[in-house]
């Protein structure tokens, strides 16, 4: 089943109630589920706008075997998308002999409420935000290509390459064809806002992950090095865990949890794509692992990206309205949770650094979670000083709170988030001390504009797609 179809599936689904954005998504086993969510939430943010327009163009009049949420995922991709993806086949056809009244439709909705932009027709509530101007960030597989590579590929679509940013302020700057290496993190490339790479072939072969700045800085700081063995503690959907293999150059393993099957089998189709071969899924709760399991015994490294309120996630006011300020109770249920797996992680006997991350904004998550940790491990853990040049830090809560990091679109131009890094107590006269230390993570060299011949082995280039 096509894209247009399944996303008029879900949206149908929504709209009856049937369950959340999220859930239906996943649950349709579409290959791109990125890609279907995003469709998805624009159709619904525009609803009303598209239902005024079907109607005042009589299109389902006009078309009597077209159904009304189809027909609004198709029209919302002729006049507000990208434009029909993959060619758009026979739906393109069918709304290509409406195109001049349903355009005409618009523009005329657009002078009776007195606006010129389509965003205007949005109610207050559902006007974007900062967020939806934030860049579009790529971040290149290692495993399958390098950097010089795509610069390159990208050059010869016409694209401009300028360089690694100084400062945020080139970031908000771009525009048109031009790109930009992320000043702080590596591989991480920086296109304009709204740009669309979902079809790209880089992207649909794996070359290319699209990841938000902020969930970059996870296993960017866990810092595994290659041959480690690492958990993720809540893996799905596995961004994070394909950066984990990045860095371990697919060697050692890395064992990846999470309760969701459905999700799950999303995250196995992402990382097979991604060229991953150290990961082994486990459809398991990471509070019921055992850590004297001789499995885990030279487990060093863990990721823990719990479960959260999501009051970072712009998009999950779309999927659960209000779910951006969540209740004091479910705070309490949540943070509960969290700190829980948190204390368990910490007992993992071989553990050196591990990283707690969440993409919400709200204290009892974040530091209240972290300083409650620590309490309980007293002498054991301390939290680690991590990427000074990073401009957002954690709240002054409680001693050393300043060394976590925080994101936001205002800040750090991408989603809300919180991370920590946090490292074992060594004694002083211990000689592994300097290695269980959080690195600096000093920016890599920007890509030249020439391709420089890599060395033999592990990490060379390969061409990004055939």
């Known amino acids: 089943m096509g894209l ?37 939430c624009e159709t619904q943010r525009y609803s009303a706008v598209l239902d005024a327009v079907i109607a005042s163009a009589g299109l389902l009049r006009a078309e009597k075997k077209l159904r009304p949420h189809l027909a609004k995922v198709l029209v919302y991709e002729l006049l507000l998308g990208k434009g029909f993806r993959g060619g758009g086949g026979r739906w393109k056809a069918l ?49 399958k290509t390098c950097s010089d590579d795509v610069v390159d590929y990208f050059k010869r679509q016409g694209f401009s390459y300028q360089g690694r940013a100084s400062s945020l302020d080139d970031l908000r700057a771009l525009k048109g064809k031009h790109f930009l290496l992320d000043p702080l993190m590596p591989e991480l490339l920086v296109f304009p806002a709204q740009t669309d790479l979902h079809e790209h072939p880089l992207y649909r072969a794996g070359h290319l992950i699209l990841q938000d700045r902020a969930s ?22 596995g961004n994070k865990t394909s950066h984990l293999a990045a860095l371990l150059k697919n060697q050692g393993k890395i064992f990846a949890f999470d309760l969701d099957a459905k999700r799950l089998a999303s995250m196995a189709t992402l990382l097979a794509r991604a060229g991953i071969s150290c990961c082994e899924l486990a459809e ?4 019921a692992v055992s850590p004297s399991d001789p499995r ?27 779910a951006g300020t969540p209740s004091p109770a479910r705070l309490h249920a949540l943070a509960g ?20 991350s969440t993409c919400s904004l709200c204290q009892e998550e974040n530091e209240d979670v972290v300083r409650d940790a620590l309490q309980q491990n007293p002498g054991a853990f301390r939290l680690a000083p991590a990427l000074p040049a990073w401009p957002h830090r954690g709240l002054s809560t409680f001693p050393g709170a300043k060394h976590c990091l925080r994101a936001s679109p205002e800040t750090t131009l991408s989603g809300g988030f919180f991370i920590a890094v946090i490292e074992r107590v060594e004694a002083p006269s211990s000689a592994s001390q300097a290695k269980a230390s959080a690195p600096e993570c000093t920016p890599s060299p920007a890509p030249k504009r020439k391709k420089r011949q890599q060395k033999a082995g592990a990490g060379a280039c390969t061409p990004p797609c055939t």
């Open 216 to 237: 970059c800085l996870p296993a960017m700081l866990l810092n595994p090095p290659p041959g480690s063995h690492v958990i993720d503690a809540c893996a799905a959907p």
């Open 4 to 40: 247009y179809a399944v996303a008029a599936g879900v949206l149908a689904g929504v709209e009856n109630r049937q369950g959340s954005i999220k859930g239906l998504v996943y649950s349709s086993n579409f290959q791109n589920v990125k890609q279907l969510y995003a469709l998805v």
């Open 296 to 322: 885990y015994r030279e487990v060093h490294y863990i990721l823990l990206d719990p479960s959260c309120s999501g009051s970072g996630m712009p998009s999950r006011q779309l999927e659960e309205p209000g």
């Open 95 to 143: 709304l290509g002999r409406h195109q001049a009244r349903l355009k005409a439709e618009l523009a005329r909705l657009k002078v009776h409420r007195g606006v010129s932009r389509n965003e205007d027709l949005l109610e207050v509530g559902s006007r974007p935000g900062p967020v939806s101007q934030l860049p579009r960030f790529v971040r290149v597989n290692t495993l």
């Open 337 to 356: 949770f969290q700190q829980r797996a948190l204390c368990h992680a910490l007992t993992f006997p071989s553990l050196k650094r591990l990283i707690y």
């Open 284 to 287: 398991e709760d990471f509070l």
